[in-house]
């Protein structure tokens, strides 16, 4: 697994590592644009103070792909026109991995669950759950 | 973001002696889901120290002795979930975080800050005062502990005094035969603030007769209690759909007594009937 460190926001200032897959929403935890995974679990990185991930395993939309190879939620997303404007597009893929990682055969109200903490204001909804239901070849190693 | 002083003591000795030193001005912080959102606000009294306790490993985890569970209050919501402790002895509590914001809010959300909050919507907290908990409060002075039904004196305002710490929170466990539910009325299924919620509990003897009845209403009277009105009718009786109509009305009936009629009762009235009901209904 790989890390990427990630944009948090502490003191009214925004250090800008040229990170910008995590995308800044309501800045409230209602939207989850901003989703990462800490410890393998999906977190709204608004409501992570930035001392708060020393020593803490973070991975971003970043360290989703394997270089050029995209994860196989990516190229589902792709496959099922999943993404319309996109912004939702990179918290969307950390909550579904987070569920894919601890649940390899979700349902589908395992997976509306999952992604509940997510909105799409393009309401592609459906998409979004169909490319999660039909991933294929997710490794399951951590 | 106003600029502030962070520390993160690493015991609660270090964190109770930062809160007597730094006083009016520090705000204890957990899960963050409630005290980051306020730290972006630009009101006057936004905290000035952030005395951040995550890191405090005794503060955390679900244990059991005999016939109680203990739960640390910097447990999240997802670990309160996937307990086996919770889901055997304590299952309306369960039931009750399953509903709490979203799986990010619930992976960083904690029992602990739930309480501390003392937001009227607490969803932890109805669920709590029908088991019986009790908390205990640790200060760089000493310790105390409190029954939560008597913790809260009126939304967003406890007992605790300043300085003073959660560090424990303690309930018996539900015996077998008792059956629990916890029901909750939002404007959404998931991000949903509760608009009004009900805790049971329900023991049936051997006949099918109930030998004790708790009802919590949530979000709906001034402090949570157990309204004893309502559970007084059950006690001693079968349990019918007759009986359990006739508890959400006294339920109703009390509330409206605390909050008088106002815009909203044209449908709390009925629905909070409606929702006790079905929470008698749900102990089967």
Redesign the interface.
Known sequence: MKFVLIRT????RQYDLEVTGTKRGC????C?AC?VL?NG????S????A??IDNQEILTIEGLADGEKLHPLQESFLDHDAVHCGFCTPGMLM?AK?LLDHTPDPSEHEIR??I???LCRCSGYQQIVDAIKEVEGVSREQ | MKPFEYYSPQSVAEACALLAQLGSGAKILAGGTDVLVELRKSADDVASSIIDITGISSLKGIEESSNTIVIKPLTTHTEILRSALVGTYAPLLKTAVAGIGSPQIRNRGTIGGNIMNAAACADTVPPLIALGARIRLQSSTGDRTVALSEFFTKPYITVAQRGELLVEIRFPKLPSDARSSFMKLGRRNALSISRLSVAAILTRDQSGVLTDARIVPGASLPTWHRVSEAENLLIGHKPTRELFVEAGKKVSDIMISFTGRRWSTEYKEPVIAVLVRRALEECH
């Open positions: 926001i502490i003191n009214g800045e409230i935890g209602e989850g989703t800490m679990q999906a977190v709204n608004c409501l992570v103070l001392p708060q909550s987070d669950t999952a509940s903490g997510n």
